[in-house]
């Protein structure tokens, strides 16, 4: 389940307003993933540029097969204060289902359902605005293919829209598991290096973090980036971040 906090001292304290994401979906005991047997999370939230609307992008990981992925839900701005109740989730092309207990579309489904050993699946997408390219960037995990979650790489996609939740383009690989030097190498996101930018604000630069490590920068653009050499992650379609090493 995803609660909601709020904390009026800059993160000294926070009060607790209550669960706002759940699923309806009885969980599955035999599920051999090896950790859930369903459920919402691994999620991220971003306010929309026209501040009308707080997005939650979030994994959820039961249910029927057609449903399991990464779904989205939102909340409008003006129920902040009083998030519980006031969550819509995204299903069959309309937000129209309750955050509590509500269906879901994934806009990413899994190719292979959390219920299996093989699961192949993305999931945790760590979102941001990107001013340089004027569209909204998620960054993402893939599971794949056996039992415990090995990470198979990182991934992007784009959106220039969150409204429209079939706008996020096909995720593409930036950074292959064996290049990231660590494991399990999870929970990819972007901190902006700008003033004022943040994990949801990121400009032309911005640091990759990898479970917590940041040994990466990734330099958007709407152009294509010089082709990289042969041991280095694949040059995406564009827009291609360029991914420098430190």
Request: net charge negative; aromatic share 14%; charged share 15%.
């Amino acid at each position: 389940r995803i609660g909601a906090l709020v904390s009026w001292d800059g993160g000294r304290t926070f009060s607790d307003l209550g669960v706002i994401l759940s699923s309806g979906d009885t969980p599955n005991c035999d599920a051999r993933n090896g950790f859930f047997a369903a459920g919402h999370g691994d999620f991220s939230a971003i306010l929309d540029q026209n501040r009308e609307y707080f997005y939650f992008l979030f994994t959820n990981y039961g249910g029927p097969a057609s449903s399991q992925g990464v779904a989205l839900a939102r909340m409008a701005f003006a129920d902040r204060a009083n998030p519980v109740g006031n969550v819509q989730k995204y299903y069959s092309g309309e937000w129209s289902e309750p955050g509590i207990g509500g269906r879901v579309t994934p806009v990413l489904p899994a190719a292979v359902p959390w219920d299996y050993s093989n699961t192949d699946s993305h999931w945790g997408p760590a979102v941001h605005w990107n001013t340089q390219l004027g569209r909204y960037v998620i960054l993402l995990n893939r599971a794949c293919c056996s039992p415990f979650w090995p990470q198979e790489g990182i991934y992007i996609s784009y959106s220039a829209d969150l409204s429209d939740p079939g706008s996020w383009t096909s995720p593409a690989k930036i950074l292959d598991a064996k290049h990231i030097g660590f494991a399990p190498g999870y929970y990819p996101q972007v901190f902006g290096t700008g003033p004022g930018q943040t994990d949801t604000l990121v400009g032309e630069v911005g640091r990759l973090f990898v479970k917590g490590v940041s040994k990466w920068e990734l330099t958007f653009s709407l152009e294509e980036p010089e082709p990289p050499g042969a041991d280095e992650p694949g040059s995406l379609s564009p827009p291609a971040p360029e991914l420098v090493s430190w």
